[in-house]
């Protein structure tokens, strides 16, 4: 199974609104609802935002959400702040029994 | 307060066999829905799944790893032992274990990682 694909870099000014794509297929993101995203400060754990494609993890701001189109996943990140600086990963169930992450985004706040 | 960590060697040499346990507090792995799973980070890469175990003694494993990795789990000890065999440097990466369940299945608790060097 290959890596879901994102955009190496997307970028915004404090108080826009962002989006991050990870795109799959019909084998992973496009059947499952099982789409998750994660932030990744530098060297920290990774921490999970959105999962069920949509819900958003407790205690994450409501300014992050999830929503899925076919085989495209999309996290929008709204009202950017300077903590949203990081790296952030998709994740889907491949195939049932498997797991793939995504490639990986840097956000970064101009 | 669910936690986990991660130990095991921080060197390995090439072709020797990785042992890294996951130890885990504030869950049981005899609650059904409930599973361990391990995902490792080269230095500035990508994460990559690798593994999970459910309570319920399934395993899984990433298809492109299946061969060289065994995952085991000691309830009773609130421990995840992930073995990877025949260690080269491009698994020298971050290993992390977290803790996921069903049906969402998503790692929504990890520990904070152990580094592994695969040197001679």
Known sequence: QSALT???????????????SCTGTSSDVGTYKFVS??????????????????????GVSHRFSGSKSGN??????SGLQADD??????????????????????VTVL | QITLTESGPT???????LTLTCTFSGFSLNT??????????PPGKALEWLSLVYWHGDERYSPSL????TVTKDSSKNQVVLTMTNMGPV???????????????????WGQGTLVTVSS
């Open chain 2, 11 to 17: 060197l390995v040499k090439p072709t020797q066999t």
């Open chain 1, 72 to 77: 495209t996943a999309s996290l929008t990140i």
């Open chain 1, 6 to 20: 994102q955009p190496a870099s997307v970028s915004g000014s404090p108080g826009q609104s962002i989006t991050i």
């Open chain 2, 32 to 41: 059904p829905g409930v599973g361990v799973g391990w995902i490792r980070q």
């Open chain 1, 85 to 106: 600086e990081a790296e952030y990963y998709c994740c889907a169930l491949a195939g049932i029994r498997n797991l793939v992450f995504g490639t990986g985004t840097t």
């Open chain 2, 91 to 109: 698994d020298t990466a971050t290993y992390y274990c977290a803790h996921t369940e069903v049906p969402d299945t998503m790692f929504d608790y």
């Open chain 2, 66 to 69: 299946k061969s060289r990795l």
């Open chain 1, 37 to 58: 995203w994660y932030q990744q400060h530098p060297g920290k754990a990774p921490k999970l935002m959105i999962y069920a494609d949509t819900k958003r993890s407790s």
